[in-house]
């Protein structure tokens, strides 16, 4: 997954160093315009989604309010299979399902300005803020032996002690088994990164993202059944943002439809 990520922060910044052209826009800016934007976030702890809502505080600069939900995994589970039963993958010494709930605030910079549509505007930005890692156990469907070729499934935790094979284990039991137990750790995140948003059309968002975030708790999240836990997750991430601008001169343009619907060329 890292190697993937590295993979694709050169190739977008090879991308976008190369010279865009595009249809001028002789449209008159509106300078106090802000903005509301998705994200959807792959990084090398998992998977997430994002919304910022920007406001303009002068010609290059905007502060920004996100809030971001996703995924945290340990780099050292990797999805297996009963080799004698088929009863679905599993992430063998897996304890706990972990996700984060993170809002915070920060800041954008353009450095180069988008004079055409169809060029690109190219911004870093920076943001940090409080963070929660979310985790419940994982239940699974242990196999016991009988006597002979005889087995019983219980549905119990995942104990280093009793299961030493994949072997041992049929399946995950459902997602829902155990949600009594969950567990909340707050923590802090900060990331920052570049933006590089190649919209054809001056109100609506669409932009690629490639930086480097980290999530830090006070103790370590007990992901796995393995001494080395992580309290640090560093991670690199690219993402997708959509979203649009938000113009007080014409509300009518405001409407989050126009994200999806394509300018009619005349």
Same mark, same amino acid.
């Given at each position: 997954m890292k190697k993937l990520l590295i993979i694709a922060v050169i190739f977008m910044f090879g991308v976008f160093s190369l010279y865009a052209q595009g249809e001028l826009n002789e449209q008159q800016k509106v300078f106090?315009?802000?903005e509301k934007s998705?994200?959807? +976030?792959? /990084? #090398?702890?998992?998977?997430?989604?994002?919304?910022?809502? =920007?406001?303009?505080?002068?010609?290059?600069?905007?502060?920004?309010?996100?809030?971001?939900?996703?995924? +945290?995994? /340990? #780099?050292?589970?990797?999805?297996?299979?009963?080799?004698? =039963?088929?009863?679905?993958?599993?992430?063998?010494?897996k304890l706990n399902s972990t996700f984060y709930l993170r809002g915070g605030i920060g800041r954008q910079h353009e450095l180069f300005k988008k004079a055409d549509l169809g060029g690109i505007a190219i911004r870093y930005f920076y943001s940090a803020g409080p963070v929660f890692a979310i985790y419940k156990p994982i239940y699974y469907r242990v196999l016991h032996l009988l006597s002979g070729n005889e087995y019983e499934i219980k549905v119990e935790k995942f104990d280093p002690a009793a299961v030493t094979l994949p072997s041992d284990i049929y399946a995950k039991s459902s997602f829902i088994k155990g949600l009594g137990e969950t567990k909340v750790m707050p923590g802090l995140f900060a990331k920052a990164g570049f933006n590089f948003e190649y919209s054809k059309e001056d109100k609506i968002i669409h932009a690629i993202e490639v930086g480097a975030q980290i999530n830090a708790f006070p103790k370590k999240i007990p992901i796995m059944a393995i001494p080395n836990n992580k309290t640090l997750f560093f991670s690199l991430f690219?993402?997708?943002?959509?979203?649009?601008i938000i113009d007080p001169l014409h509300p009518e343009s405001n409407k989050v439809s126009n994200i999806f619907r394509r300018k009619k060329i005349n």
């Open positions: 106090f315009r802000n998705f994200a959807i +976030l792959l /990084n #090398s702890d998992g998977v997430g989604i994002s919304y910022r809502a =920007a406001k303009r505080i002068d010609f290059r600069n905007k502060n920004f309010l996100e809030i971001e939900a996703g995924t +945290l995994k /340990n #780099s050292k589970q990797y999805r297996q299979q009963n080799p004698y =039963a088929p009863g679905g993958t599993y992430f063998f010494g690219v993402s997708y943002r959509f979203g649009m």
